[in-house]
T-cell receptor
Framework: DAKTTQPNSMESNEEEPVHLPCNHS???????IHWYRQLPSQGPEYVIH???SNVNNRMASLAIAEDRKSSTLILHRATLRDAAVYYCILRDFNSGYALNFGKGTSLLVTP | GAGVSQSPRYKVAKRGQDVALRCDPI?????LFWYQQALGQGPEFLTYFQNEAQLDKSGLPSDRFFAERPEGSVSTLKIQRTQQEDSAVYLC????????????FGDGTRLSIL
């Protein structure tokens, strides 16, 4: 499976935008980019996914580089509840079912 | 709403005992997954069911680990002769199909082996 690289941790102020980067230089043409997050003492939660075009939903936006070798998860206004570990995961459309989580980025949100 | 439910929420067992962890997936979800999460690490894949068929068990750490989903709904992960390294959070997830559908996770069972 192609791997992703994320910073170990990031910090943000409440009510400010947060840009969480992910590098995936070995991405293949059939890999979707998925983001999950895990709040303390909870199971992971799906956030968003995309293939080539930027995606928006009620939780976040996903910006995908033109060469698809990197992507950015954007939280438009961070709240204290957004403090979590964020995982960027590649999932092959044809054969992927298991999620390869890696270590993710631990996001700290300060008031 | 009815999400993925796991029980028990916490389990403490002595080394050598057998344990059984239960997962109730979202009704109608075809696919079911088990993951193991060690402290400070991301979840790691254990096994995958499509309905009652176990299609992939490549992530199970040893033959002491056994999973079943006999009627294509509830699943049980069993660990025999537990060892201290089995201590972890065991997460269950379900999805409508396996192909790029979001996986919905339960809050896991925290297993501690003394």
């Amino acid at each position: 499976d192609a791997k992703t690289t994320q910073p170990n941790s990031m910090e943000s102020n409440e009510e400010e935008p947060v840009h969480l980067p992910c590098n995936h230089s070995t991405i293949s043409g059939t890999d979707y980019i998925h983001w999950y997050r895990q709040l303390p003492s909870q199971g992971p939660e799906y956030v968003i996914h995309g293939l080539t075009s930027n995606v928006n939903n009620r939780m976040a936006s996903l910006a995908i580089a033109e060469d698809r070798k990197s992507s950015t998860l954007i939280l438009h206004r961070a709240t204290l509840r957004d403090a979590a570990v964020y995982y960027c995961i590649l999932r092959d459309f044809n054969s992927g079912y298991a999620l390869n989580f890696g270590k993710g980025t631990s996001l700290l949100v300060t008031p | 709403g009815a999400g993925v439910s796991q029980s028990p929420r916490y389990k403490v067992a002595k080394r050598g005992q057998d344990v059984a962890l239960r997962c109730d997936p979202i009704s109608g979800h075809v696919s079911l997954f088990w993951y193991q999460q060690a402290l400070g690490q991301g979840p790691e894949f254990l096994t995958y069911f499509q309905n009652e068929a176990q299609l992939d068990k490549s992530g199970l750490p040893s033959d002491r680990f056994f999973a079943e989903r006999p009627e294509g709904s509830v699943s049980t992960l069993k660990i025999q002769r537990t060892q201290q390294e089995d201590s972890a959070v065991y997460l269950c997830a379900s999805s409508r199909t396996e192909s790029n559908q979001p996986q919905h996770f339960g809050d896991g069972t925290r297993l501690s082996i003394l």
